[in-house]
C-alpha cells in the first residue's frame, strides 16, 4: 500500500522530518472531540432556504448528533497497541474491515443511537429504529459483516445507515486511539483507508497549516489520507480528467471524473468556503450525482447516509 502505520518508534529518522518545512502528514487521525456535532451543525446549515432535501438533510443530522452522544456514553478502552503491532508483522491496516475481530462494543453504541433518535424520528423511522433494536446479537453480526465487505444488497436498506453509523463510531473511537504514525512508501494504491480499507467519501482540498493539500475522508473510521491533486483517486490515472460542478468554476463543491475507469469522486475546496465538511456537503450535493450518472461515471465513494441496500 502507498500508506502504512506503523509503530511511532519504527518511523526512525523519518520522524525530524515531521515539524520540516514541506513535510505533508500522510494520515490524519480523527478528532472526536467535535467532528460529530460538526458535521450536524453543517447538515442543518445546508438545510436552510430551498433545499430539496431539506427534510432528509435534517433528519441526517439528528443521525450524526445521535452518534455524538453515542460516543461520549459509551466510551472505549482497548490496547491498540497489540492492534498495530499485528498490524505491523502482517503488513496490513490495522483496523481492517474484512478481518477485524468486532467485540459486542459496537451493539451498545447502536442501541445508544436508537435511544437517541426514537423521540425526534418520523413514525416510519421510529418503527424501523424498534425492529433493529430487537435484533439478536447473530442477526447484527450477520449485517454488520455483510456492509463491510460491501455486500450492501444483503442489508434492508432502512436498517444499513444505523447499523453503519454505529460500526462508524466504533471504528472512530479505535482509530482516534491508534499510537502509530504514518509512513509514506513507495507505490500508489491510495484509493482505500491506510486504518481500516474502507472507501472514502470525499476528497477535501484544505486550508490552513495543510493549505492547498488533498485528503480523501473514509466513510467508516473518519480518518483522512493524503492524495496529490490531478490524479484519480480510484485509478490513479492522471490523462482524463474534468471538473462538474452545478454553479460555476468557483464552486466549492465539485466533482473530479476520470475517463480512464468511468467514476467520479466529490472534491470539496475549503478557500471557497471554510465550513465544508465530507459527509455533510457530499450529501447535501446529490443533485450533483445525478449529473454525473447521466454524464455516464459511477460513484467511486459511498456516503453513509446514501447506502444502497435491499429493497
Known sequence: MGIRIVPKED??????KEKGIGFIPPVLFPNL????QRRAERLKQLAI???PFAD?????AD???AQNSAQFDNPLEMDMNAVLAHATATNTPPLDTKTFPRTHHWHKILQSIIAEL???VPETVRSTLENLSKESDSELKVMASALLNEQFEKVPADKSMFIWAALSVYWAQMAAQIPGKARAEEGDHRHFCPVCHSMPVSSIVQIGSSQGLRYLHCNLCETEWHM???KCSNCEETRD?????LDDENAAVKAESCGDCGSYLKILYQEKEVNVEAVADDLASIILDARMEEEGFARSSINPFLFPGEK
Open 11 to 16: 518511523l526512525g529518522q523519518e520522524r525530524l
Open 33 to 36: 472531540k467535535n467532528l460529530y
Open 49 to 51: 432556504g430551498e433545499h
Open 56 to 60: 432528509y438533510l435534517n433528519f441526517a
Open 63 to 65: 443521525v450524526a448528533m
Open 118 to 120: 426514537l423521540p425526534v
Open 228 to 230: 496529490v491533486r490531478v
Open 241 to 245: 480528467l474534468n471538473y462538474w460542478s
